[in-house]
């Protein structure tokens, strides 16, 4: 490591650099600028840490204005600009180059509006998932979209890379929650894309804008829903002899028209660290565990609740506990929010983020423990089984190169495969650099011409958060050219 | 044979059966091209609540293979053929998707667009191009699924979609609350939708729009209807029902309707048989805050008649006026932009949609980048060439 190619930074753009800082200086003010190494240090990568580069400046502006200014100086200068809101990216997705400039939106994180009846919060981009919660919590309500890093990402970056969560089988992902954003593009134009209410006009562009990874333009407010929160949830355990009893468990509760709102599997490795790691109570001697929970009165939960334990008594299973109170699904559902960091603990790892047709599961898992097998590696799975979203977390020695080459090999491979079962090569985690390149395994030149000319529409200089999402070779000429260039499919 | 079309730069206007041949402008074009041919569902898996189908697909014959595995169409297609003077019974699923009209679940499950998971399609330069997938996630790359959807094919021809679907709900009831005025029946309805209850549909009908109600129930009742359908498994109805009474009781004592009757009532709405077709009047759809709708139909009603349907929990609005040159437009769209939302003309004489704005015009930064996102897909404007709006 690292394998993933990066574009030789403009050293043009760098010799210019005093001149630059400058100009910046004087549109938005010194105080908003990062300029010495160590505090620019701090952006040089996120949560794909594998991968750094120093930024040539970092920016923090304080209202849509500034990012406006900003933006227009980085489109007249020919700057390129890395957008970021708390840098969790787990695929190098706010990843800078030196010849660039990072934005960062985590200084704008203010509510701005919140309208409980017709249920909906406004807020600037850097605020963090979990805050909006917090905030209409009181009232009873929620933002639906719970990635795990809801404590430090920022809504920003949820809209980024369209992230999901645990329940996302009832509440969808971020698309699904949002009506409207404020959108600066590359130009310094301010627009504002959908609104408050749940029709858009025209042309849907906030689906377009929605899971783009910051290749279209910064956005630093969003209307986002806000929903009823249940009056109750609780969970279900079922540990099972095999994958396959615990797929078929899970399309048998589907098929008998019951929608959980979220449906957990664990293989056995992650069940055994997560147990040690957080006491869950999760029986050790299975296969397979799902975490079936559903919401409601306490009487319907009782009733659901029922009805699942007793589809799950036609698979087999080895241990079913249905949870007795608020404590023990607490308790439940921390040793499951603990995956990684537990593995974390015992291990370096890569978390993988693929999607698979739940049919296909018992056969990924298989594959997945023979491609781990192949390169000398172990392996741990952690899958959203309602919407099909897997998570191998393959572990390994970051201090020993050539188990790290082949963590890097393994994924690639697994991924591959996700494509191969007619999956996606990302969930929730995204594009970034880390799978730029295995778009062109799902996608063809055509589908990948269609999706960058969307790109140019928007920023048409390719300034954006370059050399990301799409193969490089494909990229390069609209990356390298001043004037706009439109993709062509191959 | 859209590349060959294109090769020829032939304006092309993309057609299903028909359903929405009296809906949005009429298209320039030198060839129609159907996709009435394009039928069949290419897969379909219960257990993981997906479907595919080729874009000609009638609904009809979705829904009634959906119903046989005890499943559905969550988002309650808006049939407009009836309600325009084209043939009832002729949407498909294609058309759907490219118009992204959904009906009164929409509150809880999501419009169409929610629910679309991936498309193959064909664009005006003449490229077949997928997007999207089978998986409910599918974030990779940018979302140019959910972005073809309310683009009525000026962008790309979808030859096949694939969506969510849902499990049929076990059973299902409305309550009718009557005689309230527009603004009080709007609040019952967000305050209903501020309870972890679940309606699966909040529509207020006004007493000229109640009076067309043909659920037997109902019929005849000359005052304001409001009602509220609950849909979930047995076990939880009662228990919803009552504490949804208890939540609006300061509204007064609501009709109840069972489940069979409540299946018959909201099926009247899919095909909005509450705004029946008529030269005599034009139809506008117009999306707003709830809290801002009834002050809208309020303010368009001191220039004309207005019969109102508010559908959404107050979100929607579809609104009756009488025909003329331009279908009230002026007042319309006045009453709204100051109050937030946008209108959209859904019924009028074609000489009428081709002189005034049909959809509610862009501001000019959003113009700038809708121009760009269709000659990203369609640079030579050869597909439903003013479909949409005049110029484009």
């Given amino acids: ?490 | 044979m859209i590349a060959k079309l294109a090769a020829q730069k032939r304006r092309v206007e993309i057609v299903g059966h028909g359903a929405l041949r009296n809906a949005g402008r009429v298209a320039r074009s030198d060839v129609v091209l159907s996709t009435a041919g394009l039928k069949g569902v290419t897969l379909y898996e219960p257990t993981e609540i997906v479907m595919s189908a080729r874009a000609g697909t009638p609904v009809y014959e979705i829904e009634s293979l959906l119903a046989a595995r005890g499943q559905m169409l969550a988002f309650e297609p808006i049939d407009l053929g009836p309600a325009t003077g084209a043939p009832g019974g002729a949407l498909s699923i294609g058309g759907v998707f490219s118009t992204n009209f959904s009906g009164s679940r929409r509150i809880l499950a999501g419009s169409a667009r929610d629910n679309l998971l991936g498309v193959r399609a064909v664009n005006g330069r003449g490229e077949l191009f997928k997007s999207g997938g089978r998986v409910m996630k599918n974030v990779t790359g940018l979302d140019i699924a959910r972005g073809l959807t309310g683009s009525w094919g000026t962008l790309a021809v979808m030859t096949e979609v694939t969506f969510k679907v849902a499990p049929l709900p076990q059973t299902m009831l409305t309550l009718a609350y009557t005689g309230l005025p527009d603004d009080l029946a709007i609040e019952a309805l967000t305050t209903t939708m501020a309870t972890p209850l679940e309606v699966s549909g909040a529509v207020h009908l006004p007493k000229g729009s109640a009076a067309r109600l043909r659920q037997a129930k109902l019929k005849g009742i000359d005052q304001s209807v409001t009602l509220l359908r609950l849909e979930t498994f047995s076990a939880a109805i009662e228990g919803r029902k009552e504490k949804l009474k208890a939540a609006l009781k300061v509204y007064g004592k609501p009709i109840e309707l069972d489940a069979e009757e409540t299946w018959s009532l909201w099926s009247e709405f899919r095909t909005l048989s509450v705004m029946p077709f008529s030269t005599e009047t034009s139809l506008w759809r117009i999306s707003t805050l709830p809290t801002k709708a009834a002050e809208i139909v309020f303010a368009i009603e001191k220039f004309m008649d207005a019969t109102a349907f508010y559908d959404w929990g107050g979100g929607l609005i579809w609104l009756e006026v009488p025909a003329a040159a331009d279908a009230g437009a002026a007042d319309v769209r006045r009453a709204v932009s100051v109050r937030g939302g946008h209108a959209t003309l859904i019924r009028a004489q074609p000489e009428v949609r081709a002189s005034v704005d049909v959809f509610e015009p862009l501001k000019p930064e959003i113009e700038r980048l809708t121009r760009g996102v269709k000659s990203a897909f369609d640079p030579d404007g050869l597909l439903n060439r003013g479909r949409m709006y005049a110029n484009l």
């Fill in chain 1, 1 to 490: 490591m690292p394998h993933i190619e990066l574009p030789e930074p403009d050293a043009g753009v760098i010799r210019r650099r005093p001149v630059l800082i400058e100009d910046l200086k004087a549109r938005v003010g010194a105080d908003l600028l990062i300029l010495d190494e160590d505090g620019r240090r701090a952006y040089e990568t996120d949560a794909f840490t594998a991968y750094r580069n120093v930024p040539m400046l970092v920016v923090l502006p304080r209202t849509t204005e500034d990012v406006s200014k900003i933006l227009k100086f980085c489109h007249e200068n020919d700057v390129k600009v890395i957008p970021r809101g708390a840098g969790t990216s787990l695929c190098g997705g706010a990843l800078p180059t030196e010849d660039a400039i990072v934005l960062c939106v985590s200084k704008m994180n203010r509510v701005i509006e919140v309208d409980y009846v017709n249920r909906f919060a406004r807020v600037e981009a850097g605020i963090t998932n979990l805050e909006i919660t917090s905030r209409v919590a009181p009232k009873g309500f929620f933002y639906a979209p719970d990635p795990s890093s809801q404590l430090a990402c920022t809504i920003a970056g949820n809209l980024a890379m369209n992230s999901g969560g645990a329940h996302c089988l009832k509440y969808g992902v971020t698309t699904h929650n949002v009506l409207g954003v404020k959108m600066v593009l590359i130009d310094g134009t301010i627009v504002d894309i959908g609104g408050t209410s749940l029709e858009r006009n025209g042309y849907d562009l906030l689906s377009l804008m929605i899971g783009s990874e910051g290749q279209l333009g910064v956005v630093t407010e969003a209307t986002v829903k806000i929903l009823p929160s249940a009056e109750g949830a609780r969970p279900l355990m079922i540990g099972f002899r095999s994958p396959e009893a615990a797929g078929s468990c899970v399309a048998a509760i589907i098929a008998a028209g019951i929608i959980p709102v979220a449906i957990e599997y664990m293989d056995r490795a992650a069940i055994e660290v997560c147990e040690a790691f957080a006491g869950a109570g999760y029986p050790l001697d299975v296969e397979a565990l799902l975490i079936v929970e559903v919401e409601g009165s306490e009487n319907e939960i009782g009733v659901l609740l029922g009805r699942i334990a007793e589809i799950a008594a036609a698979h087999d299973p080895k241990t079913v506990v249905m949870s007795s109170g608020p404590e023990q699904s607490a308790r439940i559902w921390a040793g499951r929010k603990a995956a990684f960091g537990a593995i974390g603990r015992i291990s370096d790892y890569l978390c993988m983020d693929g999607t698979i047709p739940l049919a296909q599961l018992p056969h990924a898992l298989t594959r997945i423990s023979q491609i781990c097998a192949e390169h000398d590696l172990k392996v741990a799975n952690i899958f959203h089984a309602g919407d099909g979203n897997l998570h191998p977390l393959i572990l390994y020695d970051a201090n020993d190169d050539s188990q790290a080459d082949r963590a890097e090999a393994a994924g690639e491979a697994i991924l591959k495969l996700c494509v191969e079962l007619g999956g996606c090569l990302t969930g929730e985690h995204g594009v970034g650099i880390e799978k730029r390149e295995l778009m062109a395994s799902q996608f063809s030149a055509t589908d990948l011409a269609v999706q960058m000319r969307i790109k140019t529409v928007f920023d048409p200089t390719w300034r954006l958060n370059p050399a990301k999402v799409f193969p490089l070779a494909a990229t390069e000429t609209m990356r390298s050219g001043r004037a706009a260039s439109t993709p062509e499919a191959a």
